[in-house]
Structure formats: C-alpha cells, structure tokens
T-cell receptor, first 113, second 112 residues
Framework: GAVVSQHPSRVICKSGTSVKIECRSLDFQATTMFWYRQFPKQSLMLMATSNEGSKATYEQGVEKDKFLINHASLTLSTLTVTSAHPEDSSFYIC?????????FGPGTRLTVL | QKEVEQNSGPLSVPEGAIASLNCTYS??????FFWYRQYSGKSPELIMSIYSNGDKEDGRFTAQLNKASQYVSLLIRDSQPSDSATYLC????????????FGKGTKLTVNP
C-alpha cells in the first residue's frame, strides 16, 4: 500500500496556542487528502477534504477559521489548530487517496492543557 | 442520515476460530466498501476493499458484499491473537464520492 507520514506524532501545548500538523504522501502524489479526528472510544469523524491548489472543503460543524488547512503541494497537507483549547484534545489523522483507496497516516495525538 | 452500522462487540473468539464481522449501510448509492483494522492508540490500516457483489479473498481474510441487502462482512479464518483489534467498516458516500463514512467499529479479541 501507499505510505503516508504525519508529524509530529504527539504534541502537548498550552491553551491558546496554535499547533501545526503535517501530512505527507511519501511514495505517491495525492491531489486529495483528508483530515479526521477521533475521540476516545469513538469512530473517525471526517473534518475536511484538502485539495491541492484550492481551498479545503469542511464538513458541517467544523470551524474553518479554527482548523486551517493548506495543501501547497501534491505530497504535503497541513492542518493548523488555532487557539487550541482543551476540548480540541484528540487524535488527528490524515489520509491520502491512492489507487481508489484511502491510506492513513500514523496520527497525531494532541493534548491541550 | 447516511449511516454505517456495526455491532460494537466486543467479539471474543478462540485462537484458530473464524471471526465474523458484520456491517450494514444505509446509502444505496455507495459503491466502494472497505475494512480497516485499528490497534489501540494507532491509526487505521486498510485490510480489504470490495466493490462488487460476492466474495473477495486475501489470505486469511474474506470480504463479502451484498448490495441488495446493503450488507458487507469480513471473515477472518484461523484467527490469531495478533488479530485482536477494532475493525472499522467504511463506505464511500453517494455515487463516486471519495469521502468515506465509518462505522463505530467492532472490537475483536482472539484468546490464545
């Protein structure tokens, strides 16, 4: 399968700070990447679809000004959680589409104190 | 609301047995169906994809799809303790959408 990386794998920050998460497709080009969030014991919830060279498409209820997505190249999408608060603490996972399938990065565990 | 339903389990089987995981979906327009395995604290890993009615086999895994019944299943033969994980069923949204809708997952435990 295709390989997707994420960085950082874990981040702890203070309330009010911003955190940037990177998602890279390592061995393929991805015009479309997806950002998910997963709270403990819950399933994945799609936050937004990241499109290379254009604006991201956000799911209903996801604040686009809080979760900034940039897809500047065919191998890199970034998610910035702005002014993070404790309720934003979660497992953030990106995926990229290749061969009609979605492959996930290893995830980033965000803890906001 | 379009949904993907799974039995949350936990499902417990002895080592060497067949584990059967089930999933139903509500959107008749869905065309692509996936099974992911997620170990605790890790991200999902693609196990199987299936697009047409019938069975698809890959090693110890068999996916079954019945679009008329809006039902997809995953069979794991000769279950191993390393198969213990949460299995997520995912279905693409209507038509050819790239977006996936995930079930809540079934937690499988394989007992040695």
């Amino acid at each position: 399968g295709a390989v997707v990386s994420q960085h950082p794998s874990r981040v702890i920050c203070k309330s009010g700070t911003s955190v940037k998460i990177e998602c890279r497709s390592l061995d393929f080009q991805a015009t479309t990447m997806f950002w998910y969030r997963q709270f403990p014991k819950q399933s994945l919830m799609l936050m937004a679809t990241s499109n290379e060279g254009s604006k991201a498409t956000y799911e209903q209820g996801v604040e686009k000004d809080k979760f900034l997505i940039n897809h500047a190249s065919l191998t890199l999408s970034t998610l910035t959680v702005t002014s993070a608060h404790p309720e934003d603490s979660s497992f953030y996972i990106c995926s990229a589409r290749a061969y009609n399938e979605q492959f996930f990065g290893p995830g980033t565990r965000l803890t906001v104190l | 609301q379009k949904e993907v339903e799974q039995n949350s389990g936990p499902l417990s089987v002895p080592e060497g047995a067949i584990a059967s995981l089930n999933c139903t979906y509500s959107d008749r327009g869905s065309q692509s169906f996936f099974w992911y395995r997620q170990y605790s604290g890790k991200s999902p890993e693609l196990i199987m994809s299936i697009y047409s009615n019938g069975d698809k086999e890959d090693g110890r895994f068999t996916a079954q799809l019945n679009k008329a019944s809006q039902y997809v299943s995953l069979l794991i033969r000769d279950s191993q303790p390393s198969d213990s994980a949460t299995y997520l069923c995912a279905v693409n949204r209507e038509g050819g959408s790239e977006k996936l809708v995930f079930g809540k997952g079934t937690k499988l435990t394989v007992n040695p």
